[in-house]
């Protein structure tokens, strides 16, 4: 991951809807959420939820996909590793006793 791609997925998920939005998704794992089921999860409207699902399509941490009158959203997993993997890229490296271990693989 480049630096302005880690700027853009850390400004997208620095507002608490887009956040809690984003943490729906990954929490249904592949197979996404309707944006119906994400605005009754978090209490929004249609309208503010679409702008801020459209911040994370612009920052590559979700894709969506129409299915009828409907959209469902799915989180980019391989965006999220990426990011993890930026920020913590030679963590504890100049430590003379590193304690931090690698993040787990969810298997995402």
């Known amino acids: 991951m480049e630096t302005n ?6 400004t997208a998920l620095g507002h608490p809807t887009r956040l809690a939005a984003f943490r729906l998704l990954v929490q249904a794992g592949p197979d996404g959420r309707m944006a119906g089921e994400i605005a009754e999860a978090l209490g929004v409207p249609g309208a ?23 959209v469902c959203y799915r989180a980019n997993f391989a965006a999220m590793n990426g990011l993890i993997a930026y920020l913590t890229h030679n963590c504890c490296a100049d430590s003379a006793n590193p304690g931090c271990a690698p993040a787990s693989d969810c298997g995402c």
């Open 5 to 10: 791609q880690a700027i853009a997925a850390l």
């Open 48 to 70: 503010t939820l679409s702008f801020h699902l459209k911040e994370l399509l612009h920052a590559q941490l979700a894709s969506s996909q129409s299915q009828g009158r409907h």
